[in-house]
Nanobody, 124 residues
């Protein structure tokens, strides 16, 4: 089992920045992918970004247009999501996800473990 704990969410104004963190604990894997998804009110959960544990390959949702950056600290088993130029439409619950495989994927079903989520609210 892998436990994921997100932090860093909150209420910000449009144009502000925020950094989310996700710390993993429990069973260890040599190769894995950690990603971020989000779910806005009344909408389905959608992929945001993902990063591999080895090599640091990344993938992003097209709609981000360079505003978000995913990074990792393997020593701390932690992944970060730096969110810049936030917009009201970025308001959502952000979930951290873990995949015990090296292949990057945007598919929700490909991830094995999930965090409880952290709320991000962007006011206009």
């Amino acid at each position: 089992q892998v436990q994921l704990v997100e932090s860093g969410g909150g209420l910000v104004q449009a144009g502000d920045s925020l950094r989310l963190s996700c710390a993993a604990s429990g069973r260890t894997f040599r190769y894995y992918v950690m990603g971020w998804f989000r779910q806005a009110p009344g909408k389905e959960r959608e992929f945001v970004a993902a990063v591999t544990s080895r090599g640091g390959s990344t993938d992003y949702a097209d709609f981000l247009k360079g505003r978000f950056t995913i990074s990792k600290d393997n020593a701390k088993d932690t992944v970060y999501l730096q969110m810049n130029s936030l917009k009201p439409e970025d308001t959502a619950v952000y979930y951290c996800a873990f995949r015990s495989d090296m292949k990057l994927t945007m598919r929700e079903d490909d991830y094995d473990y999930w965090g409880q989520g952290t709320q991000v609210t962007v006011s206009s």
